[in-house]
């Protein structure tokens, strides 16, 4: 499936105070609603497993608990456990009743299958969410049946972070080019520092993805980037080639044991100044010390083709619910006190406060950092999620092979790019 993205004129006029959340790409399909309400609490069941990011959600449950007689029972579970173990939940006998996770078309993978509880009555009754706008709106409402199938909560950026004091103790400074990008890059690693660090390794492959998302919407543009993901170019295409020719050229500056450590174990190395940057999401900041974030900027991956429309990384997060669940009274409850400004400024405040609200009236942490990521997002003319979230949880998998492959035999891109094509062929023709 191909998400359109609007230019860049409807894109700021869409947002409003909601920031760029509204205007990511993806679409919902219908769900079954589940018919009767048990008692009991809620069961939330959390990927959000960094320290910050737990507390913050602690926070989040005390809170609804303190509104009224409907309580939850947060579950919170190792995020790539999470990521693996989700379609077994939805399809258990018995699942937990609401989950975090993105909307687009990562969710309409299950909501195709009658997996995701209708939301209608929590959008519907809400007067929080009927002040969202009519982006965030389009995004959670299902193309076949027109039912909300998802509450928004948070977004964030993707970009080059680093540490300032290391820059300038290094006597280096944010690059404005891809030429300027190498020339940084060589900088560093004449003083001794891993360029780049990666974190692809320790089950969390999946970062990869976002050197291959990047480069292709710096090459290729967003609209190839989605209409690649919902299968309508192949992995064989020149235009995919000319991706990893360019990632080639920075391949040399990747921290040796980028493949295999953790993304959290190479943001140990990024604050430690083991090395210099690195391609990330906000999230990362949850395993950071507190006294470290003030100290973290970033800048946006270069732009290697001025013609190619400017496009980010800004993915939603937020919640949905199972069909299944025996509590829809509660959960419709919960959903509706998730989408308040309260909800989502507990969330900022107890976790890293890198994130930003999806709520119009919710504040932000208004640091430096955020000012910045705020206009970094609202700067684009287009705007992607992360390769799962334009594609499907189950095509994630094809691309963690072929980058692992590239990472450790580069010159056999050729017969990895093949091989990927077979692998989501696979997936497309389920």
Not at 87 to 100: F, G, I
Not at 357 to 379: F, N, Q, S, W, Y
Request: aromatic share 10%.
């Amino acid at each position: 499936m191909t998400n359109h993205q609007p230019d860049r004129r409807r894109f700021l006029a869409g947002l409003g105070a909601t920031g760029a959340a509204a205007l990511l790409s993806g679409c919902v399909t219908s769900t079954s609603t589940g018919k009767s309400s048990s008692k009991g609490a809620v069961t939330l069941q959390s990927n959000l497993s960094a320290p910050q990011a737990k507390a913050a959600m602690e926070d989040l449950v005390a809170a609804y608990a303190k509104k009224g007689s409907e309580k939850a029972s947060l579950n919170t579970v190792a995020a790539e456990t999470y990521r693996t173990q989700l379609p077994t939940y939805l399809t258990s006998a018995n699942p937990p009743d609401v989950y975090t996770w993105y909307p687009g078309s990562v969710a309409d993978a299950y909501a195709k299958k009658n997996l995701l509880l209708d939301l209608d009555e929590a959008w519907t009754t809400s007067p929080d969410l009927k002040h969202y706008s009519k982006a965030l709106n389009s995004l959670c409402t299902s193309t076949s049946s027109g039912k909300k199938v998802f509450v928004p909560s948070t977004y964030y950026w993707w970009g080059m972070f680093y540490r300032k004091s290391n820059f300038a103790k290094w006597g280096v400074s944010e690059p404005k080019s891809w030429d300027d990008f190498l020339d940084l890059c060589d900088k560093l690693k004449k003083k001794g520092v891993n360029p780049i660090g990666l974190g692809a390794g320790g089950g969390t492959a999946w970062v990869a993805s976002a050197w291959f998302d990047y480069l292709d919407i710096r090459i290729n543009g967003a609209e190839y980037h989605r209409q690649l993901l919902a299968g309508k170019h192949k992995f064989t295409d020149p235009e995919v080639r000319k991706v990893f020719d360019r990632w080639q050229e920075v391949l040399p500056y990747f921290d040796p044991n980028g493949a295999a450590v953790a993304f959290q174990d190479a943001t140990t190395s990024l604050l430690n100044g083991r090395s210099g940057m690195m391609l990330i999401g906000t999230f990362f900041a949850d395993a950071a010390p507190k006294n470290a974030l003030d100290d973290i900027d970033f800048f946006r991956f270069p732009v290697i083709d001025s013609k190619v429309p400017l496009a980010e990384e800004a993915p939603v997060d937020g919640y949905f619910a199972s069909a299944r669940t025996g509590r829809r009274d509660q959960v419709i409850d919960l959903m509706k006190y998730l989408a308040t400004a309260e909800a989502q400024e507990i969330y900022i405040k107890g976790s890293s406060g890198t994130v930003l609200p999806c709520h119009p009236d919710a504040k932000d942490a208004g640091t430096a950092l955020v000012k910045k990521g705020r206009a970094h997002v609202a700067e684009a003319a287009e705007i992607t999620q992360f390769f799962n979230r334009d594609s499907s949880d189950a095509l994630q998998p094809t691309a963690d092979n072929a980058l692992t492959k590239f990472l450790a035999k580069p010159k056999s891109i050729g017969s990895i790019l093949t091989d990927w094509q077979r692998d989501a062929e696979k997936i497309w023709n389920a």
